[in-house]
Each structure stands twice: as structure tokens, then as C-alpha cells.
């Protein structure tokens, strides 16, 4: 049985691969036989290889999420808090030190940008 998860569109033109339980892909070329590997990356996201291109790519690879270097919900709840709660940009880089995350206030304006509604 297959299990639906969001992933995007261009991820998901790819057959299902043996070892993975929901449509994901290679969006490079395109492949259909992708396996799942062992390891994962520095922050925890699942690895895959194409086997056709020996491409290995990462649940967030196509996303605006690729290359942030915190957690995606991390990135979203700061968004979120600066929109909802007006928090300065300073004082949310701030906020999120105390909890061990490290970015600057320039980083904070550039996922409002990046990820905020027009």
C-alpha cells in the first residue's frame, strides 16, 4: 500500500522506488529506481540515490527548504512569529539563540522574503 505524503510536484513524476513507501524521485533525470540509503543528513532529513544517474538527493531537494541550515519548522516559526507577533528581526535572531539555533537578523529578513505571502 502506498502511503501520501507532500512532496512536490517535480518530485513526484517518479515511479515509486522498492525501498521507499511513497512517490519521490530523482527530478534530475527523471529516474524511477531510487533507493532510500542508510545514512541521513546533519540534520536528519532521509538520503536517496537515483540509481540510473548515481545522484543522491534529500526530502527538501527542489524545495525553497534545500539549503537552509536549521530545520525547516525552525525557519517557518521564526517567519511565523514575525508576522503574527511583529518581532524585530534583531530580536528573533535573539529569541532563537537562547534555544541553541545560531542565525543573524539579515538571515531572519531573508526567510520573510523567502517564504512570507506577498
Not at 61 to 89: C, E, M
Not at 108 to 118: L, M, N, Q
Amino acid at each position: 500500500m502506498q502511503v501520501q505524503t507532500c512532496v512536490p510536484d517535480h518530485m513526484a513524476r517518479c515511479a515509486t522506488a522498492t525501498r521507499v513507501h511513497f512517490p519521490i524521485g530523482d527530478y534530475n533525470c527523471q529516474g524511477d529506481a531510487t533507493q532510500e540509503m542508510e545514512r541521513a543528513t546533519t540534520l536528519g532529513y532521509r538520503l536517496f540515490r537515483c540509481r540510473p544517474c548515481r545522484r543522491t538527493f534529500n526530502e527538501r531537494t527542489g524545495t525553497p527548504f534545500n539549503h537552509l541550515q536549521v530545520p525547516t519548522d525552525i525557519a517557518l516559526l521564526v517567519v511565523l512569529w514575525r508576522l503574527r507577533y511583529k518581532r524585530s528581526l534583531r530580536d528573533l535572531a535573539e529569541m532563537f539563540l537562547t534555544r541553541g539555533f545560531t542565525f543573524t537578523h539579515e538571515t531572519v529578513r531573508d526567510w520573510e522574503e523567502r517564504f512570507a505571502p506577498c
